[in-house]
Nanobody, 122 residues
Framework: QVQLAESGGGLVQAGDSLRLSCEVS????????MGWFRQAAGKEREFVAA????????NYADSVKGRFTISRDNAKNTMYLQMNSLKPEDTAVYYC???????????????WGQGTQVTVSS
């Protein structure tokens, strides 16, 4: 069974950078599309970015395009989200997910991490 474990969240100032990690363990996931999602207080969860584990294809939400970079390290079984030029509106709990059917939403997601808090102060 696949298990996901996020890390790397924290409190930063606007304009700073953070890198989130999602370590994947369990059965083979080479065919997965994986992604990052976030949920701000009082709001619905939203798509942030997705990556094909085998292909390396990526897609981003318009709100993070040009600032965030999703990647994966097959050897380390880890997915990353490099977040640059952070804004207060990026404040949210960030979740990684596996088993996505597309590169734009959480349809098909069958495994979620526990989430990591990112807080950006102005």
């Amino acid at each position: 069974q696949v298990q996901l474990a996020e890390s790397g969240g924290g409190l930063v100032q606007a304009g700073d950078s953070l890198r989130l990690s999602c370590e994947v363990s369990g059965r083979s996931f080479s065919s997965y599309i994986m992604g990052w999602f976030r949920q701000a207080a009082g709001k619905e969860r939203e798509f942030v970015a997705a990556v094909g584990w085998r292909s390396g294809s990526t897609n981003y939400a318009d709100s993070v395009k040009g600032r965030f970079t999703i990647s994966r390290d097959n050897a380390k079984n880890t997915m990353y989200l490099q977040m640059n030029s952070l804004k207060p509106e990026d404040t949210a709990v960030y979740y990684c997910a596996a088993g996505l059917r597309s590169y734009r939403d959480d349809a098909g997601a069958n495994k979620w991490g526990q989430g990591t808090q990112v807080t950006v102060s102005s």
